[in-house]
């Protein structure tokens, strides 16, 4: 027997969703390690763990979509458990607000919508209801890293856009779109459909900076540059004024030399000569040049 299609792309869709959920176990791994947050934002967990639950309870709602509830009701216990290290290693302040969204979020919010679909909503409405909310939800989601694209432009470096993240996030789009159209679902296509073509800029932009140089680090090597060439001109300053210098006490040496012999006592001209030789550099040139100014 034959197996439907559907099931085959949404069991991949599974196995990729699945991956992405499991994504951040890496970082909080170290969180748990050094117990603490760090700098790590909170609010996408919050927002996750509340669009996986109600995904797992249109995928009840839904005849067949076993699938739905699979993948989603795995997601909603990875984000649990996210949100919950979060909570015990957050900064009190930190706590403090987080507990307040997911009080009022994750449980007053979900649990409100649960009791009204339940009890005031009947027939097929229900699933329209819950379809809206599940794909205004994703949408948002999906929409949240032009945040991260812009940055990418602005600064003409991938550095904040993983690759794998997006690579990830662009096949779960596509496979759940193609999922979407073998069942004809489209409170979740139109959420995947935007998610697939987000993925794709995405992917597009990261072949377009991947070899390009950032623009902070550009002005980094440019300023280093121009410190190492301002070095270089002191340096060579430097260098050509004792160059002049020793040709100036050259100079004054040659002409000191060539000045005919003055008519003073012998002894007279060998003590200069002796004192001469205990100079320092600077004061044979000073001296010489007051012999100089005297001679002529």
């Known amino acids: 027997m034959a197996l439907d299609p559907s099931f085959i792309v949404g069991i991949v869709g599974n196995v990729i969703s699945i991956l992405v959920f499991a994504s951040p176990i890496g970082t909080f791994r170290r969180v748990v390690k050094k117990k603490s947050t ?6 996408p967990y919050v927002t996750t763990l509340l669009s996986t639950s109600l995904w797992t309870f249109y995928g009840l709602l839904k005849p067949g979509g076993l699938l739905v509830v699979t993948v989603n009701g795995i997601g909603t216990v990875l984000q649990a458990i996210y949100v919950t290290l979060y909570l015990v290693y957050a900064p009190r302040d930190t706590r403090v607000k987080m507990a307040k969204l997911v009080a009022v979020l994750n449980v007053g919010f979900l649990g409100l919508v649960i009791l009204v679909t339940l009890l005031a909503i009947h027939g097929s409405v229900r699933l329209t209801v819950i379809g809206f909310l599940c794909a205004a939800l994703t949408v948002g989601m999906y929409v949240s890293p032009l945040a991260a694209m812009r940055m990418v432009v602005k600064t003409m470096s991938v550095e ?5 993240l997006s690579f990830f996030l662009f096949l779960n789009g596509g496979v759940w779109s193609v999922y979407s159209l073998l069942v004809q679902d489209y409170f979740i296509g139109v959420p995947n459909c935007v998610g697939f073509a987000l993925g794709s800029v995405q992917l597009v ?18 300023e280093e540059e121009g ?12 260098y050509e004024g004792k160059n ?41 040139h000073s001296y010489w040049h007051q012999n100089d100014r005297l001679g002529s």
Not at 160 to 164: A, E, K, S
Not at 227 to 238: D, I, K, N, R, T
């Open 227 to 238: 410190s190492a060439h301002l070095v270089g001109e002191v340096e060579m300053q430097g």
């Open 38 to 43: 760090e700098s790590f934002k909170w609010q």
């Open 160 to 164: 904040y856009m993983p690759f794998f």
């Open 205 to 222: 932009l990261y072949a377009i900076y991947k070899r390009k140089t950032p623009l902070a680090k550009a002005a980094e090597t440019d």
């Open 244 to 284: 002049s210098f020793h040709a100036a006490q050259q100079r004054h040496l040659n002409k000191g030399s060539s000045l005919p012999k003055p008519s003073i006592p012998r002894q007279t001209s060998l003590n200069k000569v002796v004192r001469s030789l205990s100079m320092t550099a600077y004061e044979l």
